[in-house]
């Protein structure tokens, strides 16, 4: 028999017994909303469930939520997005090792970045559009002439 290697939404962890009314409570998703600075999001939460109302959310759901509010934060503060990240690295023809190496934060930084775990500082978020409004200052971190050799 073929085995599930994908997501199981159950996980291996035990069932949690419900600290309010005593009952088995099962993993599922729940609306959730927050808000940062005036905006707010609505997304699904994972958590173990209770049908009297109550919610458990462990360490790795709060990834869920911990990724929702960077994404707020990003909005609020005028951040470039994860995905705008991504998208600008792809135009500028660098690999995410080269370009935390190159831009700043490190080897790990941009797969944190497009992933959502960690935002780009504003010094980021401004190189980014810099560059990407004007891809030949990739030049100058290079450490090459901004002028063409003339013929
Ligand atoms: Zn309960």
């Known amino acids: 028999m073929a085995k599930n290697t994908g997501l199981d939404p159950n996980g291996s962890e035990a069932p949690l017994t419900c600290h309010e009314c005593g009952a088995t409570m ?8 927050i808000r940062y600075k005036g905006l707010s999001v609505t997304f699904d939460m994972p958590g173990w469930y209770c ?5 458990v959310v ?4 709060m990834d869920v939520s911990d990724r929702q509010l960077n994404l707020l934060k990003a909005q609020a503060e005028h951040l470039v997005l994860p995905s705008e990240v991504r998208r600008i690295r792809k135009k500028l023809g660098l ?3 080269t370009a935390g190496s190159l831009l ?7 797969h944190k970045y497009e ?3 960690v935002l780009p500082s504003k010094a980021i978020s401004n190189l ?8 030949e200052g990739l030049k100058v971190l ?3 002439s901004l002028e063409t050799t003339a013929p």
């Open 51 to 55: 049908v009297c109302g109550e919610g």
């Open 95 to 97: 690999n995410q090792q």
């Open 142 to 144: 290079h450490g090459e």
């Open 115 to 117: 992933s959502g775990e």
């Open 58 to 61: 462990t360490a790795k759901d």
């Open 26 to 33: 099962t993993r599922g998703i729940q609306p959730m909303t």
């Open 128 to 135: 980014l559009r810099v560059l990407e409004a004007m891809p």
């Open 104 to 110: 700043g934060g490190g080897p790990n930084a941009f």
